[in-house]
Nanobody, 119 residues
Framework: QVQLVESGGGLVQAGGSLRLSCAASGRFFSISAMSWYRQAPGKQREVVATITSGDGTYFPDSVKGRFTISRDNAKNTVYLQMNSLKPEDTAVYYC?????????????WGQGTQVTVSS
């Protein structure tokens, strides 16, 4: 019911920056939390940033101080600004949106975008 389109991944040198975007479309009443996850080869998917409908944010220690998350409610879009990137940030990054559609709630995932940080 909700489709997500991600953009902004790519190749960057260590210390560089990238900005990811994720736009949501479809039939829903409201969006609650919007998050970014990442999954490196051979590792479990992990959350790297979350922003709630009240603009509360969460970051794990591994990215705290380097990543920021923001949302544009008018565009149903969430952004992930990644600064001071490290080779260990290399992964496929996924957007996740939790939404309400009147009769219940749901969750959708983006297709993923590759982020590669070279040393």
């Amino acid at each position: 019911q909700v489709q997500l389109v991600e953009s902004g991944g790519g190749l960057v040198q260590a210390g560089g920056s990238l900005r990811l975007s994720c736009a949501a479309s479809g039939r829903f009443f409201s969006i609650s939390a919007m998050s970014w996850y990442r999954q490196a080869p051979g590792k479990q998917r992990e959350v790297v940033a979350t922003i709630t409908s009240g603009d509360g944010t969460y970051f794990p220690d591994s990215v705290k101080g380097r990543f920021t998350i923001s949302r544009d409610n008018a565009k149903n879009t969430v952004y992930l600004q990644m600064n001071s990137l490290k080779p260990e940030d290399t992964a496929v990054y996924y957007c996740n949106v939790r939404y309400n559609y009147g009769l219940g709630s749901g969750s959708s995932w983006g297709q993923g975008t590759q982020v590669t940080v070279s040393s």
